[in-house]
């Protein structure tokens, strides 16, 4: 595999002759001070260009780059990375390479746009002169306001029925996606962060979908965390319902009475005496 000295050599050396590149910047991982990189680390570019049309007719300009093992999406398009008009061309390699490439004609860039850190590759007209030093906050935990709390979880339990019924009747593939989508990533991964954050004083990012809560979540929390994950057995979704269930309610409860909101026992208390009926109710051949 390429090393990064390699891939960025290669790529500014390609960048310089193509007249269509004015700017590119490097992102994300590759360039924050307190990032861990290895072999699977992507590399992050967004491309400014003259003419965004040539990007948008084919992928011969990527050969520049190596032979291509897989790419997404699979033909030129915009995926909503940003508002305005933007290609995304996330590509890996043969080699193990991955470069994730986010490619736009908009030539006109914010001082705040990369505030999470950043670095210039190329820069042929100057328009990166009013960049602002990143402050690397984009993505710290906010503690949630007293709304945001008792919504989440209030509709925590409101989805929470959904996984008894669904695995009373034997009907896996909705119950798996109310526990292990709905419950897990709209709402407890939530709670979680917000626990982190308030842990630590609002000052700590956790990565995309909870990539860092074993960095912060001490031993015993994280072996509470493991067993709210399962495989295909019903029984054992069983478990890891009255699980997830449990692990939300701690973590929660400890949340509002640290910032004095008010968590909903009536409601988790109801819920959870219908869910226990559902799974002692016997089915009638």
Not at 79 to 91: A, E, H, N
């Amino acid at each position: 595999m390429r090393t990064e000295k390699e891939v960025l050599s290669q790529f500014k050396e390609w960048a310089k002759r193509n007249e269509l590149i004015r700017v590119a910047v490097l992102t994300s991982s590759r360039v924050r001070p307190d990032a861990n990189i290895d072999f699977l680390s992507d590399y992050d570019i967004e491309l400014y260009v003259s003419d965004l049309s040539k990007f948008k007719e084919n992928d011969d300009w990527l050969e520049t780059f190596g032979s291509i093992m897989v790419r997404w999406p699979f033909k030129p398009r915009s995926t909503g990375f940003k508002t305005g008009c933007w290609i995304t061309r996330l590509v890996l390699f043969k080699d193990g390479v991955r470069i994730d490439f986010q490619i736009t004609d908009q030539l006109e860039i914010e001082s705040d746009a990369y505030d999470n850190g950043y670095e210039i590759l190329i820069d042929k007209d100057g328009i990166t002169k009013g960049l602002a030093e990143p402050t690397y906050s984009e993505y710290i935990i906010n503690k949630p306001s007293k709304e945001e709390y008792e919504v989440l979880v209030n509709e925590f339990w409101w989805d929470a029925y959904y996984v008894p019924k669904y695995l009373w009747r034997d009907q896996l593939p909705f119950a798996k996606y109310m526990l292990d989508y709905t419950l897990r990533y709209s709402f407890l991964h939530k709670i979680i962060d917000w626990y982190i954050g308030m842990q630590n004083d609002w000052s700590v990012e956790t990565g995309a979908l909870g990539k860092k809560f074993k960095n912060y979540l001490d031993a015993e929390t994280w072996a509470e965390w493991e067993e709210t994950y399962v495989g295909a057995d019903i029984e054992e979704n069983w478990i890891a319902f009255f699980n997830i269930t449990t692990f939300f309610r701690k973590m929660a409860k400890q949340i509002g009475k640290k910032l004095g909101y008010e968590y909903p026992d009536q409601v988790d208390k109801e819920v959870m005496k219908f869910c226990r009926e559902i799974k002692e109710t016997k089915k009638i051949d």
